[in-house]
């Protein structure tokens, strides 16, 4: 069984230790559990780890978060995986630092990563998991907040919660969508 877990981000060394790209943080640390490495191909970085009897294609789109839907779309064809085994990991300003809430559909929340990828398929019924980047921005200052860097305090606690969001991607498919938000969320 295969599922395609996409890592939203901003490909290149500025952004890469930005709130915005918590998804390739989670699926650097899959990789690097599985001592597995990205490779640069069409669209994205990808690596394939496997556990229990799964292959989980981590994909991290290379066409900058705005773009993202390209990414997702071309993988999900390469590699022949069902929409119900897409799952898309991404930061969120409307939850508390370090939360993680899985959910199966939804709406893009404002999120630009999102919004393309659901105007590229054409549906917003595909899992997500959204990791909690908290909210203490000026009126207006959404963009900057999530393109900045993480400050000290959150950089201490930032470890485990990335673990968690490893684990509940293992769990989704390992365990399927309803176990594993009946397990993690709210944790």
């Given at each position: 069984?295969?599922?395609?877990?996409?890592g939203l981000?901003?490909p290149?060394?500025?952004?890469?230790?930005?709130?915005?790209?918590?998804?390739?943080?989670?699926?650097?640390?899959l990789a690097?559990?599985?001592?597995?490495?990205f490779?640069e191909?069409?669209?994205?970085?990808?690596?394939?780890?496997?556990?229990k009897?799964?292959?989980f294609?981590?994909?991290?789109?290379t066409?900058?978060?705005?773009?993202?839907?390209?990414?997702?779309?071309?993988w999900?064809q390469?590699n022949?995986?069902?929409?119900n085994n897409?799952?898309?990991?991404?930061?969120?300003?409307?939850l508390?630092?370090?939360?993680?809430?899985?959910?199966?559909?939804?709406?893009?929340g404002?999120?630009n990563?999102?919004?393309?990828?659901?105007?590229?398929l054409?549906?917003?019924?595909?899992?997500r998991?959204?990791?909690?980047?908290?909210?203490?921005?000026?009126?207006?200052?959404q963009?900057?907040?999530v393109?900045?860097?993480w400050?000290?305090?959150?950089?201490?606690?930032?470890?485990?919660?990335?673990e968690?969001a490893?684990k509940?991607v293992?769990?989704?498919?390992?365990?399927?969508?309803?176990?594993a938000?009946?397990?993690?969320?709210?944790?």
């Amino acid at each position: 069984m295969k599922f395609l877990i996409v890592g939203l981000g901003n490909p290149g060394s500025k952004y890469e230790n930005t709130r915005h790209n918590i998804g390739f943080k989670v699926l650097d640390a899959l990789a690097e559990l599985s001592n597995t490495t990205f490779k640069e191909e069409r669209y994205a970085k990808v690596a394939v780890v496997k556990h229990k009897g799964r292959s989980f294609h981590l994909v991290k789109p290379t066409t900058f978060m705005n773009l993202s839907g390209k990414a997702v779309n071309y993988w999900l064809q390469q590699n022949k995986i069902d929409y119900n085994n897409l799952l898309v990991i991404t930061d969120d300003i409307a939850l508390p630092f370090g939360a993680l809430r899985l959910r199966g559909k939804g709406s893009d929340g404002g999120h630009n990563g999102l919004k393309d990828i659901q105007t590229v398929l054409g549906r917003s019924d595909y899992a997500r998991l959204k990791f909690g980047v908290g909210n203490d921005f000026a009126r207006g200052r959404q963009a900057d907040y999530v393109l900045s860097d993480w400050n000290s305090e959150e950089e201490e606690t930032l470890k485990p919660r990335i673990e968690q969001a490893g684990k509940i991607v293992l769990a989704f498919g390992t365990l399927g969508l309803v176990r594993a938000m009946s397990d993690f969320n709210g944790k």
